[in-house]
């Protein structure tokens, strides 16, 4: 087993290496909009999990994710390859990509927080000019205590 410290360092450079293939070695026009986000390791330096993102071409473009991730899959090999020479750890660990959901619940956080402020902004409008729905004073004032005894 490795420390943590060095699973965070290979995940780091994995993750390196992998962004520099897919820009520079690999061709694949399908590859074109792929970004690396994030690499972990296994605590045994044996697998490695690659998280990506994937561009449109356009911003009213979805992304082309299901051809992104045939290409990562086909692309493997030759990506293990390039992290076995570029990290020179005696077993070179086995890579899974999976897209990253960050950009997504990103998106839907932001969705979730302006429907909030909307309703907040409501709330304060119609609370502006706003009476109390009983007697201004709720409170029912002290009892006098009689010094006379009624006897």
């Known amino acids: 087993m490795a420390d943590a410290p060095r699973a965070r360092k290979l995940a780091k450079r994995i993750a390196q290496i992998v962004a520099s293939a897919l820009e520079h070695e690999v061709k694949d026009p399908r590859l074109a909009r792929v970004t690396i986000t994030d690499a972990k390791v296994t605590a045994d330096l044996h697998d490695a999990t690659v998280y990506y993102t994937v561009l449109g071409d356009k911003l009213d473009v979805a992304p082309d994710t299901t051809g992104a991730a045939l290409a990562l899959e086909s692309a493997k090999g030759v990506l293990r390859s390039m992290v076995g020479a570029g990290t020179g750890v005696r077993f070179t660990p ?48 002290p009892r006098e205590d009689s010094d006379s005894d009624p006897d």
Do not use: C
């Not at 998106?107 to 609370?127: F, G, S, T």
């Not at 706003?130 to 709720?138: C, H, L």
């Open 94 to 141: 086995t890579l899974t990509f999976i897209a990253d959901t960050v950009p997504e619940d990103a998106k839907h956080i932001n969705d979730l927080l302006a429907r909030a402020a909307a309703a907040d902004a409501e709330v304060a409008r119609l609370a502006n000019g706003a009476q109390p729905a009983g007697d201004p004073d709720p409170y029912k004032p």
